[in-house]
């Protein structure tokens, strides 16, 4: 990946980290964030230390101005974005807002991830191929998406429904990208990485925390995202669904009543006029 240019989310810890030092011993110059200072830096640190290059920045995805600010830095620095893995995520056990007011879950997993990439999007379209790359959830696969109940007030919050409904809009938006851009160049490709040893499940879910030695380490659930950024999955397999586990793509529902109500494409429009409506980028859905 020499030459290329790579920015990954959530890169401070577990399988972002992962992903960027991934990238970055491919050869690729990893942009990274996370929130926290001290683990975001160090990130960086080790992979200029092994040879490598990266440059680290802080950001909130559940912050839009934050977003905004950030984005258009990376529009007057860059001439072009070769990846955009959006790896940054959390499973928040009790109910908290963004700035906006908006449910912390959908703000971080699909308002931000939509918004980055709108405001990033001129810089994909003029890459030669660029990758989008999305690390949803297995978790997903318990709900069926469904615009009405996605954001979770506080009164009827459960962080793990939250979570997987959040996981499964990720799949949808992944897709839209794909179906949207893929005339600019973009490929968009979502995935998940199977039970990983983190920090985010230490302290999300301690009981499946707990089955230590089956979890996956880091680099392990990290390297679908690293194999699909690198652009390793051929044309023909570019499509608009499924989702990659170990670089082979799955069925997106394994429980009937997790199948859309009408269609995939359907609930993906619906969520893409959502994310437009709610963060004001529209209505076009060309990168510009
Ligand atoms: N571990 C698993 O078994 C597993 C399974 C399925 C899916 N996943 C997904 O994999 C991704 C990485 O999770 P992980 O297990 O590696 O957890 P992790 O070790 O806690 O790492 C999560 C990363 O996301 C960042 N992050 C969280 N909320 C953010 C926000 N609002 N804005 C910006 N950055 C934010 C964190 O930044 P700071 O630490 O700097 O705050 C950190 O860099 C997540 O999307 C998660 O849903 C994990």
């Not at 990238?23 to 640190?45: I, K, N, P, S, Y």
Request: one cysteine or more; a neutral charge; glycine letters at 10%.
């Amino acid at each position: 990946m020499d030459g290329r240019t790579v920015l990954v989310t959530g890169a401070s810890s577990g399988i972002g980290r992962a992903s960027a030092i991934g990238l970055a011993q491919l050869g690729a110059t990893v942009l990274l964030t996370g929130r926290d200072e001290q683990r975001t830096r160090a990130v960086e640190a080790s992979i200029v230390r092994a040879g490598g290059q990266a440059r680290a920045s802080l950001l909130d995805l559940s912050d839009p101005s934050a977003i905004d600010g950030f984005a258009s830095q990376l529009r007057d620095e860059l001439g072009r974005l070769d990846g955009l893995v959006h790896a940054a995520g959390a499973l928040s056990r009790s109910f908290a807002e963004n700035v906006e007011g908006m449910e912390l879950t959908v703000a971080t997993h699909v308002l931000g991830p939509f918004r980055l990439s709108w405001r990033l999007a001129p810089l994909l379209a003029r890459a030669d191929g660029a990758v989008i790359v999305t690390v949803a959830s297995g978790g997903m696969y318990t709900e069926r998406f469904d615009l009405p109940s996605l954001v979770m007030n506080r009164d009827e919050y459960q962080g793990v429904r939250a979570y997987a409904r959040s996981k499964r809009a990720q799949v949808l938006l992944a897709h839209e990208w794909q179906r949207r851009w893929q005339r600019d160049g973009v490929s968009s490709f979502v995935m998940h990485p199977g039970w990983t040893d983190t920090p985010g499940l230490a302290q999300s879910l301690p009981n499946f925390h707990r089955l230590g030695p089956l979890l996956r380490r880091p680099e392990e659930g990290a390297d679908t995202v690293v194999w699909l950024a690198s652009g390793a999955a051929n044309e023909d397999t570019v499509r608009d669904s499924g989702i990659w586990l170990d670089r082979r793509r799955r069925s997106e529902y394994y429980l009937p009543w997790t199948r859309p109500r009408t269609s995939a494409l359907e609930d993906g429009v619906q969520l893409w006029a959502w994310c437009e409506q709610r963060t004001g980028l529209g209505p076009t859905d060309q990168p510009r």
